[in-house]
Structure formats: C-alpha cells, structure tokens
C-alpha cells in the first residue's frame, strides 16, 4: 500500500506522528509526507520520502494573507498525490482537510484518516457543516482529546489516541519522591505561547528563592527580554531543542509548567502532551483551571490548578502544594492510568493495522 501523510504544517509540528509510523511495516508499505516548510529546513523522516513546500509568512500579516499564501500548497500537494496514486491519505490537521475538502471527497471517498488535534472555529456553522462532510467520507477519524466531542459533530468514526510518547519517557527518570531542598525547578517544555499569562507569572515569583523558572522551546526571546529589563534573575531560557533532548529536559524538571489561557474552548477541551510526561513520570503539574487537562491532573492529585488571571501569592500555594504531595498515593492513581492508556492506544493500533492490510476495522 502506498500511503501518503498530508500536512500544511513542518514535520515538527506533526505531534506525535509516531503513533502512526510506527505502526506501519515498511516492508509492506510505502510512506511519503508532503508537506509546507515555513522554517527553510530540511526535515529527514527514517524509510520515508519527503515533498515540502517552502512557504515565507510574516507574522504580521492579516490571516486573509496567511491563507492566501497557505493556498498556494494546494496545486503542489494535489499534483504529488495524483502522480504517485497513493492507496490511503493521512489528513494532518482540521485546517490541512479544509484546505484539500473537495479533492478528498472526489478522490479519496473513505479511503482517508483526518487527524483531528485542536479546535478549529467549529462553532461557525458553515465549517462545522463541511467539518461534518469531511468526516462522513473518511475511513475514520483519530482525536487526540475526548474533550473535542463538546464541539464536533456526533459520529461512530472517532477514535483517541492519547498523545504520549514512548521514546520520551522511557528514556526519563520515573519521580519517586519530592525535591525536599529548593530551588524547586518549574519548566515550560515546547513551542511558548500566551507571552501575557508567562510574564504573570514570571512576576508573581520575582528572584523568589525557592524557584527556579526554565523555558525550553522556540518564541522564549520576549520573556528574556522581560526579565532583563525587570532584573529577574530566577528564569533560564533555551531556544528551541531536537525532540530528542526532551527526556534530559524532563530530568532537569521538579514541576511541569502547563499554565496557558482558559475560558477559550481550544484551550479548554484539549489534553496536554505534558499531561501525559506528568501521568508516566509522576512528575507534578502546573496546571490553568477550568480545563479538561486541569480536570484529570485534579482527579490523579498529580496538578495545581492556577487562575490565569489571578497569580496573586501562587509561590507560597505552589510551594506548599508541593511539598503536601503524597507521591506514594499519586504512583497508585498513575499507575492505573497508565495502563488504560496503553489499553486504549493500543486499541486503535490494531484498528489500524488491520485497516492497511485490508481487514476492515
């Protein structure tokens, strides 16, 4: 079978495309990827064949001029897929299944996976309509979120896959205990966004002594330059890292930082790739209230809700909270998890497996 992975985005930001790689045997099956190049960087995928399409946006353009310039990915990807008469397409993203709807739906009636990983405007009625088209003709449909079904349209073709990556945390430390001594090491790994809710944050725990604050990823240069200029000596940064280097990262880690924004329902439905480091590596976490990732660190006694808007004496709650924490009572409670989770994505492996070697579902 040949199959083809579709994405209007850079490899890097494919999450977790593994859970399809490596569930497909190459000795059967041939696997390309065509997809955009916003970076100028070549990105190398073992046994696979890569088509990228170097794009150039500016971040301060409109978004009708980002989508034109997105648009232009179409001629190129279609004219990839019809030369090489692919068996099966892999869909990356709401917007990537937009972009391509009606060639999908001429060409690859049931003969494709849409890959659904954020929320993508589906409370405007007319893409929640060619959302739920989309989706009749696909094979199946894979969710990284039970909290996405608030604002999808009702069908039997979803299936979740739960977002961890093995690679990662088998090569990190399991926690055991707590840090007794400070400074307690409170990091945000991956792409940083919500700069207002991080600089909150980084102020509510100014050069406080019992903290150390690491950011680790791309877009960190404007909280560098915020502490610089409010003398805050108690934050590290490190540009953006090989995904390899994640497990050395997580090791340098007391507390995950999960804080973004809330009350936006993207934010609100979605479950954290640090949930996952959390949950397998019984590592605390830091988490925004009212969220569905929130939600499961709360029931697993594993995460400390923070209000976004709010931050007002969060040292002394964090410090406290963490050293009230009960490790030995969270491994039970993660250890149950952990095994569902591997259950369930287990699941969809073998629906997938039998799917490329023609078994049906």
């Not at 030369?83 to 060639?103: A, M, P």
């Not at 055991?176 to 102020?203: C, E, H, M, Y």
């Not at 009230?324 to 491994?331: A, F, H, T, V």
Request: proline share 2%.
């Amino acid at each position: 079978m040949k199959i083809a992975i579709l994405g209007a985005v850079n490899i890097k930001h494919m999450t977790l495309i593994s859970h399809y790689l490596d569930n497909i045997d190459f000795n059967k099956h041939e696997v390309d990827i065509i997809h955009i190049d916003k970076y100028g960087i070549d990105e190398k995928v073992d046994r696979v064949k890569t088509h990228k399409f170097n794009i150039e946006i500016n971040s301060k353009w409109s978004l009708l001029m980002k989508a034109i310039k997105y648009y232009q990915f179409k001629p190129f990807a279609e004219k990839i897929i019809k030369d090489n008469e692919y068996d099966l397409i892999i869909v990356w993203g709401t917007y990537t299944g937009h972009l391509f709807s009606r060639f999908l739906i001429k060409n690859y009636d049931n003969k494709y996976i849409l890959n659904i990983r954020d929320y993508f405007y589906e409370n405007n009625k007319i893409i929640y309509f060619l959302l739920k088209r989309l989706i009749k003709h696909s094979y199946f449909v894979t969710l990284s979120s039970e909290g996405f079904y608030k604002f999808l349209p009702s069908s039997n073709k979803y299936k979740v896959i739960y977002s961890i990556n093995k690679k990662i945390t088998d090569e990190a430390n399991m926690r055991n205990g707590i840090k007794q001594d400070p400074p307690i090491r409170i990091s945000f790994i991956g792409n940083i966004r919500f700069l207002d809710v991080n600089k909150a944050f980084i102020t509510n725990l100014k050069n406080d002594s019992r903290f150390i604050l690491k950011y680790f990823g791309t877009g960190s240069q404007p909280l560098k330059e915020y502490c610089v200029e409010e003398n805050i000596s108690n934050v590290v940064f490190r540009d953006g890292f090989d995904v390899k280097e994640t497990a050395a990262l997580l090791d340098e880690t007391d507390i995950i930082n999960n804080i973004y924004g809330n009350n936006n329902i993207a934010l609100n439905t979605a479950l954290s790739i640090r949930l996952y480091y959390s949950i397998f590596l019984n590592i605390p976490i830091l988490t925004s209230t009212n969220t569905f990732t929130a939600e499961l660190a709360k029931k697993l006694e594993l995460g400390y809700e923070i209000d976004p808007k709010n931050m007002t004496n969060i040292g002394d709650e964090i410090y406290q909270w963490y050293h009230s924490l009960n490790m030995l009572e969270i491994k039970k409670r993660t250890n149950l998890e952990k095994e569902k989770i591997q259950e369930h994505n287990e699941d969809f492996y073998l629906s997938f497996k039998r799917m490329l070697n023609n078994e049906g579902l």
